[in-house]
């Protein structure tokens, strides 16, 4: 019996040590029981909510943070519903590592999982969609550690700057995210005062500062994601509660005037003078000029014309190769995607004109449906329908799959819509290198995109988001 006595022991003493050992701060910092939820607003509106909570395992080895995020709202005449939810385990220990994930998505966009694990050569990831085999990836190994998962407590706790690395849930990339401890100031809650204090995080995707201001308890009561887009701690049943808005005319800039005809052909001009567009915008290309106009106004001069330098394909990428990747989203080695480009393209080699072939095919092929959204190329291909985030996607990884270099473009294009009111409307078109850098927009079938838009981003980054209610077109011409 001794043995037996001994291992029983020397379980219970290492049970013990484990029991013994330090936790993360960010399980020692007080927030909310149960998690919190949080109401999105965008201009006033609610669009959606989020709900997120961190728990201790009981043999507290193990850290849980899950994520939800749920977005409700018109688009056009059509209902967009989109949920996307994630749980991640970590170490629990100080610095613990990230151990596994589950990336649910679901809704409109499409419905699949990113179940990753990790392994001492990286982070082997399954993505699940329905119907379709699974795939599996193998990335680098994760920096991620459990302070990551509450970066903004921890820095309240610590009273000092924190640092990390996020995996991001769209592309599975690896980004740095930093927090910064701001002041304290005194707000009314509920009817009582209470000290607040602020905290700013920033991603090197985004490049949106989030703040956000938390509590005594740690509850955290408001976020900021720039100027027009917050979140605020709601009761469950407060927080559910969306208003169903419409996002077009919601996000809408409405223009002083109708733009010329110069603006809707190419070749072709248009000048806008702006308000509210900070200087990291005013990026100058052979399409846009910028220049300051005074009394904090900028003039913008958007010019289209045919590429003048031609190539053949395939075609080096001349920014280093990320626009020729095949990426979740972008799928261009997606046997489906390889096939129906190389059909398209036929036996063309001119990299301008196979790039017209394909934008042509996207615009003849899908359904312009508003309310029908896909997160990937694929979907987009077997659904044939969506708006101009779809018809840009296929067109890109398309495009990608024939070696010509090709990214999505965010921005603003000129509309005029049932109530005769000449406004920008938030869209995405492609932009190609063809022997020189060229514009195509897909959704209106333009070989040559129109200069009756405004670019701003890249790739459906949130970095624009700060332009959203702050933009304001003051004359045109």
Request: glycine share 8%; net charge neutral; hydrophobic share 40%.
């Amino acid at each position: 019996m001794r043995p037996v006595r001994s291992l029983a022991l020397c379980i219970a003493l290492l049970s013990a040590a484990a029991l013994a050992q330090p936790l993360s701060d960010v399980v020692m910092v007080p927030r909310p029981e149960g998690g919190e939820f949080m109401g999105l607003y965008l201009k006033g509106q609610k669009i959606g909510y989020m709900f997120s909570s961190i728990t201790l395992s009981p043999k507290k080895d193990t850290v849980t943070a899950i994520t939800e995020l749920h977005f409700k709202a018109k688009v056009g005449a059509a209902v967009s519903d989109r949920m996307m939810k994630e749980t991640r385990l970590y170490e629990s220990k100080p610095g613990g590592k990230l151990l596994s994930f589950v990336m649910e998505q679901s809704g409109d966009g499409g419905n699949q999982s990113l179940e990753g694990s990790a392994l001492p050569e990286g982070v082997r990831v399954v993505r699940k969609k329905p119907g379709q085999p699974n795939d599996i990836k193998l990335l680098p190994p994760s920096k991620e550690v459990v302070e990551d998962a509450d970066q903004a407590r921890v820095a309240l706790k610590r009273n000092a700057k924190v640092s990390g690395t996020i995996t991001d849930s769209t592309d599975l990339q690896q980004y740095g995210v930093t927090t910064t401890v701001g002041g304290t100031e005194t707000r009314v809650v509920g009817g009582v005062k209470a000290k607040l204090r602020k905290v700013t995080t920033i991603s090197e995707k985004e490049k949106v500062p989030t703040e956000a201001w938390v509590d005594e308890k740690g509850r955290m009561l408001e976020v900021q994601y720039g100027p027009m887009m917050s979140g605020m701690l709601e009761p469950e049943e407060v927080a559910k509660r969306i208003d169903l808005v419409e996002v077009f005319s919601l996000t809408r800039v409405v223009l002083p005037k109708f733009a010329p005809a110069s603006a809707m052909t190419a070749p072709g001009k248009f000048t806008m003078v702006l308000t509210g567009v900070g200087e990291k915008f005013w990026n100058n290309t052979y399409r846009q000029q910028w220049k300051a106009d005074g009394a904090g106004r900028v003039e913008v001069t958007v010019t289209a014309a045919a590429p003048k330098v031609l190539k053949p394909r395939p075609l080096a990428d001349p920014n280093g190769g990320s626009n020729l990747k095949s990426t979740l989203a972008v799928e261009s080695d997606n046997p489906d995607i390889m096939a129906i480009a190389k059909q398209v393209a036929g036996t063309e080699k001119d990299a301008w004109a196979t790039a017209k072939k394909v934008n042509k095919w996207v615009y003849d092929n899908l359904d312009k449906d508003y309310g029908v959204s896909s997160d990937s190329a694929s979907d987009v291909l077997k659904k044939r329908k969506g708006d101009c985030t779809e018809h840009s996607l296929l067109t890109v990884s398309m495009l990608r799959s024939l070696g010509i270099p090709a990214k999505r473009i965010d921005g603003l294009v000129y509309l005029v819509n049932d109530d005769k009111k000449p406004a920008l409307y938030w869209h995405e078109w492609v932009e190609a290198y063809v022997g020189e850098w060229t514009q195509l927009d897909p959704t209106f079938g333009q070989d040559i995109a129109n200069p009756a838009r405004l670019a701003v981003g890249e790739e459906s980054s949130a970095e624009i988001t700060p332009l959203i209610g702050s933009m304001t077109v003051v004359e045109v011409r």
